[in-house]
Antibody
Framework: EVQLVESGGGLVQPGRSLRLSCTGS????????LSWVRQAPGKGLEWVGF??????????EYAASAKGRFTISRDDSESIAYLQMNSLKTEDTALYYC??????????????????WGQGTLVTVSS | DIQMTQSPSSLSASVGDRVTVTCRTS??????LNWYQQKPGKAPNLLIY???NLQTGVPSRFSGSGFGTDFTLTISSLQPEDFATYYC?????????FGPGTKVDIK
């Protein structure tokens, strides 16, 4: 069974840093991309960023709101992905989800899909 | 970044109704459009990928269509477990934006 478990959330003051972890099991972690998506209380989904698997260079992409402050990395030997968040703002308060991001083939194309989601870890930025 | 809109933002419907949700993108995303369902207090769940392909295990009453900038999610006969919020997402660009969501609740 595919599982993703996030950890590391909590209460943090504005301007401080926090690192979230995402541990995967039940699938070949190193073959998978990983995305982070957040959801502020009572709001919609906001895509934060994505890290490709090593076969695709392990490169990262970020939303404008995350670029320059957040960094996604991965340790395939431990099946863990990380979201390092620096210079946190009150508007970063949200439930942060880690999601397996897979390429699905259809016709002659491949499509990224967020196919397995963790249950999320809550980050609260407040003084 | 590609902007996403969904309409309506919410709707009320009865069990057995046919429900249609629309997603529009600010520029073409070809068929790189996914749909997700989120129930209260739960993580989202992938319903449809590549605009029209049903994810394994998703009931056939769900269907998706569209290409380019205009997409539709249809529930042919609404069931009690379908009351939820639905989000579209484009993966055409390297920034995977979500739509604002459509909440489907009980009339």
């Amino acid at each position: 069974e595919v599982q993703l478990v996030e950890s590391g959330g909590g209460l943090v003051q504005p301007g401080r840093s926090l690192r979230l972890s995402c541990t995967g099991s039940g699938f070949t972690f190193s073959d998978s991309g990983l995305s982070w998506v957040r959801q502020a209380p009572g709001k919609g989904l906001e895509w934060v960023g994505f890290i490709r698997n090593k076969a695709y260079g392990g490169t990262t992409e970020y939303a404008a709101s995350a670029k320059g402050r957040f960094t996604i990395s991965r340790d395939d030997s431990e099946s863990i992905a990380y979201l390092q968040m620096n210079s946190l703002k009150t508007e970063d308060t949200a439930l942060y989800y880690c999601i397996r991001t897979s390429l699905y083939n259809y016709g002659s194309r491949s499509y990224y899909t967020l196919d397995y989601w963790g249950q999320g870890t809550l980050v609260t930025v407040s003084s | 970044d590609i902007q996403m809109t969904q309409s309506p933002s919410s709707l009320s419907a009865s069990v057995g109704d046919r429900v249609t949700v629309t997603c529009r993108t600010s520029q073409t995303v070809s068929s790189y459009l996914n749909w997700y369902q989120q129930k209260p207090g739960k993580a989202p769940n992938l319903l449809i990928y590549a605009a029209s392909n049903l994810q394994t295990g998703v009931p056939s009453r769900f269907s998706g269509s569209g290409f380019g900038t205009d997409f539709t999610l249809t529930i042919s006969s609404l069931q009690p477990e379908d009351f939820a919020t639905y989000y579209c997402q484009q993966t055409y660009s390297t920034v995977f934006t979500f739509g604002p969501g459509t909440k489907v609740d009980i009339k």
